[in-house]
């Protein structure tokens, strides 16, 4: 029976390891990027149409001919479970910005994501969810530019 205990834990941690990503974090060093076929201007609105769906609900909030930024304010209810509520006062924004760089007929677009904790304050607290399971999130969103 302890044999049996014991190849069944170690058949669930290889499982486990083999759903994994690989270990892959990201930052502010290692952002979320992909590189598309689809040209500078073709890549902006196939970014527009995914982040400003309904289920994600963000709006653009600037536009330039390299970067869109998006954003996107919090129920306040989001406080509920939310490890940094002693931090955060009011309803948080996050934001969410795409820079797009032409290279060779392709588009690598790169994205970064934060979060604004305090958006009406005069410390606006500003907490970076790349590190996050948002960061991975965001990778999957990208690939959906491919």
């Known amino acids: 029976m302890r044999k049996f205990l014991i190849a069944s834990c170690a058949a669930a941690f ?11 974090t990201f930052s502010q060093a290692n952002k979320p990027t992909v590189v598309t076929s689809k040209n500078v201007a073709a890549a902006r ?6 982040f400003t769906r ?5 709006k ?6 390299s970067r869109l ?3 996107k304010t919090l129920p306040a209810n989001v406080n509920d479970n939310n490890p940094l509520k002693d931090r955060t006062k009011g309803a948080p924004v996050s934001f969410l910005e795409l820079t797009f760089q032409a ?8 994205g970064d994501y934060w979060l604004v904790l305090n958006p009406k304050e ?3 607290d500003v907490f970076n969810l790349l590190a996050t399971p948002d960061g991975a ?9 491919r």
Do not use: H, M, W
């Not at 290889?14 to 892959?24: I, K, P, R, S, W």
């Not at 309904?54 to 963000?58: A, D, H, I, Q």
């Not at 653009?60 to 001919?65: L, P």
């Open 45 to 50: 609105a196939a970014s527009k149409a995914i």
């Open 60 to 65: 653009v909030a600037r536009e330039a001919d």
């Open 14 to 24: 290889l499982a486990a390891c083999q759903t994994t990503d690989g270990g892959t």
């Open 122 to 124: 005069a410390n606006k």
């Open 103 to 110: 290279e060779g007929g392709k588009t690598r677009v790169t």
């Open 69 to 71: 930024l998006f954003d």
């Open 137 to 145: 999130r965001l990778q999957n969103k990208l690939n959906e530019l």
């Open 54 to 58: 309904p289920t994600l609900g963000f």
